[in-house]
């Protein structure tokens, strides 16, 4: 086991911590990225931008970088720790917010929640309210999430193809009218030109995303990003491997998945079974 690393002399963010010891794991090599690329087997601009501090990389990435170094695992804990430091997670979602804003087509997998462009005031409302959010942050981060879903508005909107997980549509708002008043945003949603939606019924069973929200975003140089999110944290994920290994992934999923159309029908068939009384 290699010995235990004093924090002394080192940065305590724990992003620079991270960036740090991949440049001095790799310097006490006396390896270059082109050779630590070879022998790894990622692009060595990759491990660039993480020594830079530039991007974190995957965890299969700090897995493996943790088996070349013989470092134990170290690696990927100061992956995670990086990963959950709400400042660089707040960086990465401004990052992630620009882009979308300028995306020229959008494609979104959703496990348990819908995603912001897809929901309305009162369900924005009641799950950043979940979330801890109240009184003035609250009603402006609700007001922020309804003027995203402006983007698929307008005279030249972006495309939008959002798969939906059944458990999505299987979790309610409390209050019974807001709900259905959500059902038939979707509806309506669905109906727009540029807007498809899907949804993969529970009987499919386990599949690529099972917990994985992801949204993927073409940008004006046709690159493609993707922003992946778990209960407690989101990443920017800009590599192209680790993108393309997310998108294989994706297209299985809508393989699963109802068509547009039979999605449509799905939604409208949870309307007619949802109660039309307010809640008390």
């Known amino acids: 086991m290699p010995?235990?690393?004093?924090?002394?002399?080192?940065?305590q963010e724990p992003r620079l911590r991270f960036a740090e010891e991949l440049r001095a794991l790799r310097a006490g090599r006396g390896?270059?990225?082109?050779?630590?690329?070879?022998?790894v087997g990622w692009d060595p601009s990759l491990f660039g931008k993480m020594e830079k501090g530039e991007t974190l990389g995957g965890p299969e990435v700090a897995e493996a970088l943790d088996q070349h170094y013989g470092t134990a695992g170290f690696l990927l804990t100061l992956w995670e720790l990086a990963l959950g430091d709400p400042t660089q997670f707040k960086e990465r979602y401004r990052r992630y917010m620009a882009l979308e804003a300028e995306a020229v087509s959008l494609w979104h997998y959703a496990v348990s929640v819908l995603p912001g462009l897809l929901q309305t005031e009162a369900y924005a409302h009641t799950l950043l309210a979940a979330g801890g959010l109240k009184g003035?942050?609250?009603?402006?981060?609700?007001?922020?999430?309804?003027?995203?879903?402006?983007?698929?508005?307008?005279?030249?909107?972006p495309s939008f193809r959002s798969i939906l997980s059944e458990a999505v549509l299987r979790t309610p708002l409390g209050d019974h009218t807001q709900w259905r008043q959500q059902l038939e945003h979707l509806l309506a949603m669905s109906e727009r030109q540029n807007v498809k939606i899907h949804v993969v019924e529970q009987s499919v069973g386990l599949?690529?995303?099972?917990?994985?929200?992801?949204?993927?975003?073409?940008?004006?140089?046709?690159?493609?990003?993707?922003?992946?999110?778990?209960?407690?944290?989101?990443?920017l994920?800009?590599?192209?491997?680790?993108v393309e290994r997310l998108q294989l992934s994706y297209d299985s999923v809508r393989d699963l998945a109802l068509s547009p159309a039979a999605?449509?029908?799905?939604?409208a068939e949870m309307l007619e079974e949802a109660p039309c009384v307010p809640s008390t």
């Open 3 to 11: 010995p235990r690393r004093a924090v002394t002399g080192r940065s």
């Open 31 to 39: 390896e270059s990225l082109r050779r630590l690329g070879e022998v």
């Open 136 to 157: 003035d942050e609250l009603t402006k981060q609700v007001a922020a999430r309804l003027g995203r879903s402006e983007l698929l508005a307008g005279e030249d909107p």
């Open 207 to 235: 599949h690529a995303l099972t917990n994985t929200h992801t949204m993927f975003l073409r940008t004006m140089d046709a690159r493609t990003v993707a922003w992946v999110e778990t209960g407690y944290s989101g990443d």
């Open 237 to 242: 994920v800009e590599e192209t491997a680790p």
């Open 263 to 267: 999605s449509r029908k799905f939604i």
